[in-house]
């Protein structure tokens, strides 16, 4: 993957000698930044997809099937009839800030994947403190939600907003708790060394030493991305449609697509942690690692992300919302004691090298 | 105290999530009963009661006789009815309106037409264009009785032997 990417940018070079090295640096960092946000909506467009056949197949319906050969055109349809929707602004509602929530909701899901990286050398920039720059572009996503629901000037987006502002914030500490247990195990916060920590076979992927951790971090990854069944902010049938009531058009679709993008991050990020990221599960293997040689690093990551994907929709399929103080409650109560527990296990054993694995 | 600790452990083994998740992943992989309408039709009984029609002798006469004991067993109020002596010397309607917003398809003129001339059909998936369009005049009538002669002909024979 790299080498390609190598003789790319030496292409680019020659194909464009009159310029000097700046430009021609500004503009392969312009066709990184398309390779990177067009394959992410395209990724989003076909999830939506996915998720109402997988949902409507869940319920013995079939779901979308009339655009295109079965319904495999539905994204695009869908798109189209978003960017020619008219965008209403609500009365008295402050149209700055109306119009700054979508893209401070927006660009933070796209920045994130800045430092995601997506097989052996293969990433944007490979930053010391990825992890960390996850945890905090990934919390300025909230600000889009509460300046949404205020600028709208409306109750409904209010109610959502404050609930979700709530909960964003209770859960990313719990995520934050059990992304330093994967810390203290790989000892690096570079999500590189993370998965380089994890080379050799699926017994030596995180999940099997840190399982509770990984059902903690999804179950929190779900509220993190409000999906059902912790979809309150939106919870249809309570506040309507939540923060995104008021607004239509494009200006939706942002709102849309900065959460079908970081549903996607957060399937990653869970693969990069505790799933080996792009290992190959087979590695080490005498027949089975030869027989599997010629899979791709990315292909082994898609594969894994797309196990995730479909476990946020299998889980929004079976499971009704739950009540908000409910969720508060396992946050507060259940989550942060058994992580805080978790970390100091994790500590002694790793200090203390106990087990196979530390 | 004991069935405390079973509580602890199912909540923490996610068992009972993890069973819902199984049905779901079940159906999943089930043969789905969508029916895709316009394509396929879930089949109907003879006895449906959908749009209305007027009927035909074989010889081509109409069958209405102008009685008005439709008009008179509508509960609704639907049907509008207005007739005269016609050149041969028989009773036949000149008005035959039935307001489609009104009617509720009990089947009632159906019953009480002595000659068979009204029924209504199987046909359930129409629609009008303009307000006036939900008053069904005589004409429109006959013309529907004669573009589905065949099916009404045959959803009578069948349900003829339980009348």
């Known amino acids: 993957m790299m080498s390609l990417w190598q003789s790319f940018v030496e292409l680019i070079h020659e194909l464009i000698p009159w310029l000097d090295g700046g430009i021609a640096t500004v503009i392969i960092i312009l066709i990184k930044g398309i390779a990177l946000v067009l394959p992410l909506i395209i990724m989003m467009a076909y999830m939506t997809y996915a998720e109402r056949k997988v949902i409507g197949y869940m319920q013995l319906r079939i779901g979308p099937n009339r655009v295109g050969p079965i319904g495999l055109l539905q994204p695009f349809a869908d798109v189209i009839k978003m960017m020619f929707k008219e965008i209403i602004f609500p009365t008295k509602a402050n149209i700055y800030l109306f119009l700054l929530a979508p893209i401070l909701a927006f660009v933070p899901a796209v920045a994130i994947w800045v430092v995601i990286p997506l097989g052996e050398g293969f990433y944007i920039t490979n930053l010391d403190v990825s992890l960390l720059y996850v945890l905090a572009i990934g919390s300025v996503g909230v600000y889009g939600i509460i300046i949404a629901g205020w600028a709208s000037n409306s109750k409904y987006p209010l109610l959502g907003a404050l609930r979700s502002t709530a909960l964003l914030v209770s859960y990313e500490i719990v995520i934050g708790f059990v992304i330093v247990t994967v810390v203290m195990v790989a000892g690096s916060v570079n999500l590189n060394e993370i998965v380089e920590g994890q080379k050799g076979g699926a017994w030596n992927w995180y999940f099997i030493p840190l399982f509770p951790m990984m059902i903690v971090f999804w179950i929190s990854a779900l509220t993190e991305t409000n999906r059902a069944p912790f979809d309150v902010v939106e919870g249809e049938s309570e506040i309507v449609g939540g923060t995104h009531v008021e607004y239509s058009g494009m200006c939706f679709a942002l709102f849309f697509m900065a959460e079908y993008i970081n549903m996607i991050m957060m399937a990653a990020l869970a693969v990069l942690l505790f799933f080996g990221g792009w290992h190959s599960p087979f590695e080490g293997l005498p027949y089975l690692e030869s027989l599997f040689e010629f899979v791709p690093d990315l292909v082994w990551l898609l594969v894994k992300m797309s196990f995730f994907l479909f476990l946020y929709l299998w889980i929004r399929a079976t499971f009704p919302r739950f009540r908000y103080d409910q969720i508060m409650r396992l946050c507060w109560k259940v989550f942060l004691p058994l992580t805080i527990i978790w970390i100091f296990v994790v500590a002694l054993m790793t200090q203390l090298a106990i087990g196979p694995w530390f | ?163």
């Open chain 2, 1 to 163: 105290m004991f069935d405390k600790l079973i509580k602890i452990f199912k909540d923490f083994t996610l068992s009972e999530l993890l069973l819902g998740m199984s049905v779901t992943a079940k159906e999943l992989v089930n043969t789905k009963i969508t029916v895709q309408f316009p394509e396929e039709r879930t089949p109907i009984s003879p006895r449906f009661r959908g749009i209305h029609a007027l009927r035909r002798y074989p010889n081509g006469e109409e069958r209405c006789i102008a009685c008005k004991l439709c008009e008179a067993v509508c509960p609704a109020n639907a049907i509008t009815i207005e007739s005269e002596m016609r050149d041969d010397g028989t009773r036949r309607t000149t008005q035959y309106d039935i307001d489609l917003f009104k009617c509720i398809y009990c089947g009632f003129c159906e019953e009480a037409c002595p000659v068979d001339a009204i029924v209504e059909t199987q046909i359930f998936d129409y629609a009008f264009e303009s307000r006036e369009g939900s008053v069904l005049t005589k004409e429109r009538l006959l013309e529907i009785g004669d573009e589905n002669k065949k099916l009404i002909d045959k959803t009578k024979l069948e349900d003829s032997k339980y009348r």
